[in-house]
């Protein structure tokens, strides 16, 4: 399964980092999508890496703030959230897909793919 860690309560402009743990797999040659839901609102995919190919993708609301990366053992995907404000605010989860490097047709990861495992999520709030 998947664990999310790191989520809480920080103030407009600071900064979190999400964590994504496997137990019982590594993620190698998985593509793990973070994803959040913000109340009474849609899922929102946020941003992607692809283990097989070391491909990433980020929502054009992130880029250039949200930096996700893989840790050596390919057990563990973490989300670096910096200038935090509000609109982040939400529920946020990892998921992983094994098929993405089928489904990427050579782009690499995208969180529009079907990601088959979930996490529980974890919860941000940017609040002053």
């Known amino acids: 399964h998947l664990a999310e ?5 920080v103030q407009p402009g ?6 994504c743990a496997a137990h019982g797999f590594t993620l190698r040659h998985y593509a793990v999508g973070w994803f959040r839901q913000a109340p009474g609102k ?5 941003a992607c890496f692809g283990n097989s190919d070391g491909s990433t ?11 996700i990366s893989s840790d050596n053992t390919r057990k563990t995907v973490s989300l670096q959230m910096d200038s ?7 529920v946020y989860y990892c998921a992983a897909d ?7 047709d050579g782009y690499g990861c995208h969180t529009t793919f079907d990601y088959a495992y979930w996490g529980q999520g974890t919860p941000v709030t940017v609040s002053s």
């Not at 094994?98 to 990427?104: E, I, V």
């Open 5 to 9: 860690t790191g989520g809480g309560l």
């Open 14 to 19: 600071e900064s979190l980092r999400l964590s």
């Open 42 to 46: 849609e899922r929102e995919g946020v």
């Open 57 to 67: 993708y980020y929502t054009n609301s992130v880029r250039g703030r949200f930096t």
């Open 84 to 90: 935090l404000q509000p609109a982040a605010t939400a």
């Open 98 to 104: 094994s098929l993405y490097l089928a489904r990427s």
